[in-house]
């Protein structure tokens, strides 16, 4: 392989806001129910930039030019459900970010999405919780 760092794959969706390249993080491959919400929280909210990608099927993430630290497929997992309770699976994954404003600028990302969609999921509660007037009479 190449050291030559890679570019981001021409015609592929980019991240807005690309990954600082500094970040550092091991080769980690999930297998995923769902490839396009995958990429909605690696590349969309981390930054990740896509370097390959196999339809839905597959798809190849990178900081910095490297030929990828993260693989999404769903070769063994297409629709699956998360694990329940108990269930084995990966625990936990570190991104090492270079700096402590990246990381906390992606502190500060994540934690307000997870603001946006417990909020969502109040409304979603709420609007579920509301009689729905029919026009019949008792």
């Known amino acids: 392989m190449s050291s030559e760092p890679l570019r981001p794959l021409a015609g592929e969706r ?4 690309p990954i600082d390249p500094g970040v550092r993080i091991g080769h980690v491959h999930l297998k995923v ?3 396009d919400r995958a990429l909605a929280f690696y590349r969309d909210v981390l930054g990740f930039e896509v370097t390959q990608r196999y339809g839905q099927q597959a798809a190849f993430l990178s900081a910095g030019g490297y030929h990828h630290h993260i693989g999404l497929n ?4 297409l629709g ?6 108990g269930a084995t699976g990966l625990y936990h994954v570190a991104i090492l970010y270079p700096t402590r404003a990246e990381l906390d600028d992606i502190n500060k990302t994540v934690t307000d999405l997870k603001r946006e969609v417990r909020a969502l999921r109040r409304e979603a509660r709420r609007s579920l919780a509301k009689p729905v007037a029919t026009g019949a009479q008792a």
Not at 74 to 77: A, D, L, N, R, V
Request: charged share 25%; hydrophobic share 20%.
């Open 14 to 17: 980019q991240p807005e806001r």
């Open 33 to 35: 129910a769902d490839l």
């Open 74 to 77: 769903t070769w063994e997992s």
């Open 80 to 85: 699956g459900s998360s694990p329940h309770p």
